[in-house]
């Protein structure tokens, strides 16, 4: 027995997306069924959409940042009930049992976690959010917090929980000077909890456009990396640099913004590679790295946060019909800052 549902595919690279209808299984003692409210548009649905990223499996249906409410339970389930408000984000699985999972870092599993579209569970390829259900494993699935509205809190289930994760991890706190380079779905909401975190917060975008929104989401200072005085004046200032942008960037400048054992996470991930000179990292003992996400009980832990200081996405919601176009927009630079699907409109 299975549960037929609408849903919105994209049936091969850079093909428009078309209604269409996903089978969803039956659940097993500990699944939950969400009927999905809302979905965010990632940048990395785009990279795979468009096959950036190497190849895909169509028909794809992207989307990992979903928010919704549980209209069944399996019957080994504890932590949720009929009626709660939850969320699902990247991933529905990971093997449970190698020294990662069990950290509680199931986003670094041994053997691979299992994405939330274009992974396999149970020998099926699973589709994502842009679609009316889906049945997770409660292990994987995200209580939203009351006072965070389901749309607000769907980008906080990939865009939050990959800037919260890398800011706690490398210390963003009172007396950190952190900079956010991209103001975009990622870049917005590493701003917002940059600043809740107590850092001091620079966004470094590529042009002042957005300066006062960024001011808004509590930036301290707004600088264009299209003026060169930039890199000049803040050379040497930042402990902590997290670079959101999807298309590759000139390392060099970046990281020669650091100051001593000042460390640049990237965490947006163009399908080109990043090109960093040695002697860009030598100098100041200098460190740059990367991060996926976060794991289940720190994307709880992000949600709670978020809930503490009243923070979630700036979001535009969006028909289904109109995913392509948001598609395009968020390439140009021009989201504001998250699209969301309103997924009663794939009725
Ligand atoms: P997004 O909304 O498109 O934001 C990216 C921002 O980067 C843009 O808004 C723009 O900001 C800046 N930008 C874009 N093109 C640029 C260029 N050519 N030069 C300089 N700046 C440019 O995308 P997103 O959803 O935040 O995702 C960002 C990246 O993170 C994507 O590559 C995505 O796949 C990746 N990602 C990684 C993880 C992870 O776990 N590591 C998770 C989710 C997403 P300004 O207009 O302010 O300059
Ligand atoms: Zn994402």
Known sequence: MTTTVNAYATPAAKAP????????????????????????ICHSDIHTAR????????????????????????????????????????????????????????????????????????????????????????????????????????????????????????????????????????????????????????????????KEDGERFGADHYYATSDDATFEQLAGTFDLIVNTVSAPLPMDRYLGLLGLDGTIVNVGAPSEPLEVPAFALIPMRRSWAGSMIGGIRETQEMLEFCAEHGLGAEIEVIDASRIDEAYDRVVDSDVRYRFVIDVATMA
């Open 17 to 40: 997306f078309e209604k269409t209808t996903i089978v969803r299984c039956d659940l097993k003692p500990s699944d939950v069924l969400i009927d999905i409210r809302f979905a965010g």
């Open 51 to 210: 096959e950036e990223w190497g190849s895909t499996t169509f028909p794809l249906v992207p989307g990992h940042e979903i928010a919704g409410v549980v209209s069944e339970v399996g019957s080994g389930v504890t932590k949720y009930q009929v009626g709660d408000r939850v969320g699902v984000g990247c991933m529905v699985d990971s093997c449970r049992e190698c020294e990662n999972c069990k950290a509680g870092e199931e986003q670094y599993c041994l053997r691979g976690n299992v994405g939330t579209y274009g992974g396999v569970l149970d020998g099926t390829p699973t589709d994502g959010g842009y679609s009316e259900k889906i049945v997770v494993d409660e292990k994987y699935v995200l209580g939203i917090p009351e006072g965070i509205e389901l749309d607000v809190a769907a980008p906080l289930l990939c865009a939050g929980i990959t800037l919260y994760s890398p800011l706690r991890h490398w210390g963003a706190g009172p007396g950190k000077n952190v900079a956010i380079v991209g103001m975009g779905g990622l870049g917005h909401m590493g701003v917002k909890i940059a600043h809740a975190l107590g850092a001091e917060v620079t966004v470094l975008s590529q042009s002042l456009s957005k």
